[in-house]
């Protein structure tokens, strides 16, 4: 299958439902758990990872509380620990079996307290003005609507303290079909370099059948209109991102 062939972009009835989605990463605990298999299909991971842990300690260097948002097994947690030991930390994620491990993990590496919230961030109560920093990663590709892409970032913007932030590292699309073309072949020959044709088919098929990325602009324009007084992209590499808002 040729990658131009594999854009994201689909009927959102065809997509994988929240349950199915769960179960997927109820089975993929071990390899989340590790950094380099974890995160492996998402393109300059480690550099986004720490570009985000880094920037949210520039911004909110006096931070006492992070949201992790699709925590997974807590590798971005973990890498902003490492500026804030001290940090309480609310951990949300889809998937019980991510979250325990999670806390497991995020526990060992701070003296605060750890919350684990299992549900959905579209459902979920997480506060007003609760958060110095909030992080997003590789979970807001499963929004559907626009509505429920304004409702979450509005839901961001409540939770911030002033002056705290959101940063977000994610898949996302380009509005131009040619130029989507183009970062789709790039991002196929970078996941068939990683392992081989095989593995990026297996990855080009679950983002078709689960993720509905929105262009870079579109995220960025929201935060604006959710009450963000200033946005910053930190890095951009074919279809992967990584930015922010500051409150």
Request: proline residues 4%; aromatic residues 8%.
């Amino acid at each position: 299958m040729k990658p131009e062939q594999e854009n994201p972009t689909t009927s959102f009835g065809k997509k994988s439902t929240v349950e199915e989605i769960r179960a997927r990463f109820d089975n993929e605990v071990e390899r989340f758990s590790n950094l380099q298999t974890g995160q492996q299909a998402k393109m300059d991971s480690p550099l986004s990872l720490a570009l985000i842990a880094e920037a949210a300690a520039r911004v909110s260097p006096h931070a006492t509380s992070l949201l992790d948002v699709g925590c997974g097994a807590g590798n971005y947690a973990l890498k902003v620990l490492e500026q804030f030991p001290a940090l309480n930390v609310t951990l949300v994620d889809l998937s019980a079996a991510m979250l325990e491990r999670a806390v497991q993990r995020v526990s060992r590496a701070t003296s605060g307290k750890v919350t684990a919230l299992q549900g959905d961030i579209r459902d979920l109560e997480i506060g007003k003005s609760t958060f110095d920093i909030i992080c997003a990663s590789a979970v807001l590709h499963h929004l559907r609507e626009i509505a429920e892409w304004q409702s979450v970032f509005a839901k961001f913007h409540t939770a911030l303290r002033p002056g705290g932030s959101v940063w977000i590292s994610d898949l996302v699309e380009h509005s131009d079909p040619r130029v989507q073309a183009l970062m789709w072949e790039r991002y196929g020959a970078y996941l068939t370099q990683v392992k081989d044709a095989t593995y990026r088919d297996e990855v080009f098929a679950y983002i078709l059948q689960e993720d509905t990325p929105r262009p870079l602009m579109f995220q960025l324009d929201l935060l604006r209109s959710t009450g963000f007084r200033q946005v910053e992209i930190l890095h951009k590499n074919s279809c992967f991102a990584a930015f922010g808002g500051i409150k």
